[in-house]
């Protein structure tokens, strides 16, 4: 096995939107964070919707996290003073979780004319590859992954006070009827999966009262870090940003829509979702299986919670390609999003075809 390297942190560039900030936000962190000597920023490599930066200080490493350019209009997902707010009571609880060192909530008095948050690193692999990873150790990382799942799901809401921060009762409606806003405000091609299925969520809503759990709704394995030393162990979960107080269903239905596996369509392997198709790794029924192990309880509404994950993946990517679309951004790796828009939706029809997960 080898060493695979730390996410990977490059000079900011000309046209990088923190650039113009730079000599503000320095004083401004020196300021806060009682930090001496030379500050550098640089800019994390990847991702495809908020912006993250490593802040080198004479006494460690910090990582700084900003909604991107053209934004202001998408609230999901960017608002970074609640990320920050959310991590500051969730992590006592999860230490997997970034501790917060900064919340900066108002844009007015912003070094960067935008609300933003400081954390910590948490320094690892980012398993956005792993070739070099044989069957055994997928297996074990793989269920590591899912377990983690099901201990956040087992944080009591009421004792952190994160209850504060979310509505469960309702939780699966408003995701609907959100989704299906986005969608119409982000469409840029005709999906018609994307109707499909839209239609379907909105006529096949559980009517179970709201479960109350702290769900990440991204959690995938590109969120995640392990040790390189030890890839089973689990040492932090990133990208905080969609995490809410919600269904725990809904959470694992978004970790299936991201799975794929060895033996699903050529265009689903084609994306770039993460090693999970690698030999070793359990398929989605033993992920299921698994969880619910954890959790001793039986998963309530998966086709549901797959169809609606699956959903929110093809949106969240149809929103970042509607800002390159649209001139916001020009990062070329955007310019192939409208494509997996219609796969990934075209995973989630098959299972309301199917009746099942597939």
């Known amino acids: 096995m080898t060493s695979a390297a ?3 942190a490059r000079s900011l ?5 923190l650039r113009p900030h730079l000599a503000g936000l320095t004083t401004f962190l020196r300021d806060r964070l009682a930090l001496g000597g030379e500050l550098e920023v640089l800019r994390f490599a990847g991702g495809y919707s908020n912006l993250t930066y490593l802040v080198k200080t ?3 490493e910090l990582v700084l996290r900003t909604p991107p350019p053209g934004a202001a209009h998408i609230k999901a997902g960017h608002d970074m003073a609640r990320e920050g707010r959310f991590l500051e009571r969730l992590h006592p609880r999860f230490p997997l979780a970034p501790r917060p060192l900064l919340v900066v909530d108002d844009a007015a008095t912003s070094p960067l004319g935008v609300p933003f948050f400081v954390m910590e690193r948490k320094v690892g692999r980012v398993l956005r590859s792993a070739a070099d990873l044989d069957a055994p150790t997928m297996r074990a990382v ?7 799942l099901a201990e956040l799901h087992a944080v009591d809401v009421h004792a952190t006070g994160l209850l504060a921060l979310g509505k469960p009762d309702g939780y699966l409606r408003r995701q609907v009827e959100g989704w299906v806003a986005r969608d119409k405000n982000s469409r840029i091609d005709d999906v018609s999966d994307l109707d499909i ?5 909105q006529a096949n809503q559980p009517t179970h009262p709201g479960r109350a759990t702290v769900v990440h709704n991204d959690f995938k394995y590109d969120n995640i870090v392990v040790d390189p030393a030890d890839p089973a ?4 979960v990133l990208d905080w940003e969609l995490a809410a107080i919600g269904d725990p269903s809904a959470d694992l239905g978004t970790v299936l829509a991201y799975w794929v596996q060895h033996d699903d369509d050529d265009a689903l392997k084609a994306l770039p979702l993460g090693p999970t198709t690698l030999p070793g790794n359990l398929t989605r029924a033993e992920l299921v299986a698994r969880y619910q192990e954890q959790r001793g309880r039986e998963v309530e509404d998966l086709l549901f919670c797959f169809v609606l994950g699956g959903y929110r993946i093809a949106v ?11 001139g916001y951004t020009k990062d070329p790796r955007f310019a192939s999003l409208g494509f997996a828009v219609a796969v990934v939706a075209g995973h989630a029809a098959r299972a309301i075809d199917l009746g099942r997960v597939p």
Not at 13 to 17: S, V
Not at 142 to 148: R, V
Not at 197 to 201: S, T
Not at 316 to 326: D, E, L, M, S, V
Request: charged share 30%; proline share 5%.
């Open 316 to 326: 969240i990517a149809q929103q970042i390609y509607f800002r390159y679309a649209r």
């Open 6 to 8: 730390k996410p990977e």
């Open 233 to 236: 162990r689990l040492v932090g």
């Open 197 to 201: 299925i839209a239609r379907w969520l």
């Open 58 to 60: 004479g006494a460690g």
């Open 13 to 17: 560039k000309d046209d990088d939107p």
């Open 142 to 148: 793989s269920t590591a992954f899912i377990d983690a």
